[in-house]
Every structure is written in structure tokens, then in C-alpha cells.
């Protein structure tokens, strides 16, 4: 039976900075570009998903179809405008509560990672200065499958050296949350979304949460 939580993996997006906001942007100036909206609940159906599934997703919706020459420059196009704003980060942007809660970690010697579809990922924790947080990083450079597909997941806990059971994964994206389901972890679900129902948990941010608190909950539901 399950008494403890080892480790903790983080996905990033959504989770600990707010770049959804700058992912919906850049890709709604692309579309814009090529003749087409969409609208923020469409934007939904984008998290968690890789870049080149997005475009996919997005050139759909707008009734379009190009070359992979073409697409491979309109992703670049999207990720070069992305950068843009990735750039002028700073720690103010980390989500209220994360950064209390990695020192909790920290201080409890629970391990961390991430586990995210980004392959701006490093760039982006290099820009918000956590990356000394984080014992493994997981992003989607390192993944052949993207969620629900749960290889990320599993790939952070073996570099942790955690048995699946014994990690807790942290998402905002209902794909994201089936990946961790999938791959047999503790899933809790950050924001509203009654698309995260499937988490074991739900939480709207890391505000004023600890993580006695959260294992405690998580490992009550285990001896139900
Ligand atoms: C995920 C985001 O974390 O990363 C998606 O939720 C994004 O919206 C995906 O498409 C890939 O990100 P990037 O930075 O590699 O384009
Ligand atoms: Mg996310």
C-alpha cells in the first residue's frame, strides 16, 4: 500500500508561469495572418499539445492545408513571436504560490521534475530563474509521444528513480491529466476546468496549499 509521496512532477505551462496566454497570442496572429480567428475556448483544446499538433489543430479550424515545407516554417513563424514574449519574463510571472511550495519540497526532500510538451521548457525556467528546482526536466524534446500519452511522465519518475504509484503529477491540461492517470500516478488538476473531474484532485493554483496537505488528501483516497 501506498504511505508516501516521492516525488512531484510539475508540468509547466499553465502550472507554474502563465504562457498560455502567450501561446493563445502567438498562434491567434498566425491564424490572423493566414485569414482566420479562433476563440479562446478553441485555445482550450491546445494545451498540453504539441506544437506541431497544434498548428494541425488550428489550420483545421481554419479550413486549411499546406505542404510540410510550408508548415514547418508557419510552426517557426508561431515559436519565433512566441520567444518574443518569452522574453521579457521575469519571476513575476511564476504562478501565486509555486514558489513557496518547490521550498516546501525542498525542505521535505520530496524530488522534483518536469514533465512538459515544451521544447522551450528550459528556456523558459532558465527565464523565471527555478531551474535549480528541478532534478529532472522532462520537455518535448526529450518525448516521442505527447499526452495523454503517458512516456513523459514515466521517463521523469525513472530519472528520479520513484516508482510510478509513489509520484504526484500537476496539470492544468485534461490531456495532461489523463497522462498521468495512464501512467499510474497521483494526478491533481490546477484551474476550474470541470474537464480536470478526471484528477484526483482539483485545485485553482498553489495559493496557500502545502504539500502535507495535498498527500494527505491523495493518500486518503488510496485506503477507500
Ligand atoms: C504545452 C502547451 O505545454 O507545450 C501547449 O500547453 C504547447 O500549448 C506545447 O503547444 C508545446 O510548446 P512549445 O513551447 O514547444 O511550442
Ligand atoms: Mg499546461
Keep these: 500500500m501506498n504511505n508516501k509521496i516521492k516525488a512531484c512532477i510539475f508540468d509547466l ?18 491564424a490572423n495572418q493566414l485569414g482566420f480567428d479562433f476563440t479562446e475556448k478553441e485555445n482550450e483544446k491546445l494545451k498540453g499539445v504539441s506544437r506541431v499538433e497544434s498548428l494541425n489543430l488550428i489550420l483545421q479550424w481554419g479550413g486549411l492545408n ?45 524530488k522534483i521534475a518536469l514533465g512538459s510538451a515544451s521544447k522551450n521548457a528550459v528556456a523558459i525556467l532558465k527565464q523565471v530563474g527555478l531551474m535549480d528546482y528541478f532534478e ?34 500537476f496539470e492544468d491540461a485534461p490531456k495532461g491529466v489523463q497522462a498521468a492517470l495512464a501512467a499510474e500516478m497521483f494526478a491533481v488538476g490546477i ?24 498527500e494527505e488528501k491523495l493518500l486518503s483516497l488510496t485506503l477507500r
Design 136 to 169: 529532472s526536466i522532462i520537455d518535448g524534446t526529450k518525448v516521442v509521444n505527447g499526452k495523454p500519452h503517458p512516456e513523459g511522465f514515466l521517463l521523469a519518475a525513472s530519472e528520479l528513480g520513484v516508482a510510478p504509484s509513489d509520484c504526484v503529477v
Design 13 to 30: 505551462d499553465g502550472v507554474i508561469v502563465d504562457t498560455a496566454k502567450y501561446h493563445f497570442t502567438a498562434w491567434r496572429n498566425l
Design 66 to 110: 499546406f505542404s510540410d515545407n510550408i508548415k514547418r516554417q508557419l510552426a517557426t513563424d508561431k515559436n519565433e513571436d512566441y520567444l518574443s514574449y518569452i522574453k521579457k519574463m521575469n519571476a513575476d510571472e511564476i504562478l501565486p504560490g509555486v514558489v513557496p511550495f518547490l521550498d516546501e519540497l525542498q525542505k521535505l526532500n520530496i
Design 191 to 214: 484551474g476550474n476546468d470541470d474537464d480536470l473531474s478526471a484528477a484526483h484532485l482539483v485545485m485553482p493554483n498553489f495559493e496557500k496549499k502545502n504539500f502535507k496537505g495535498i
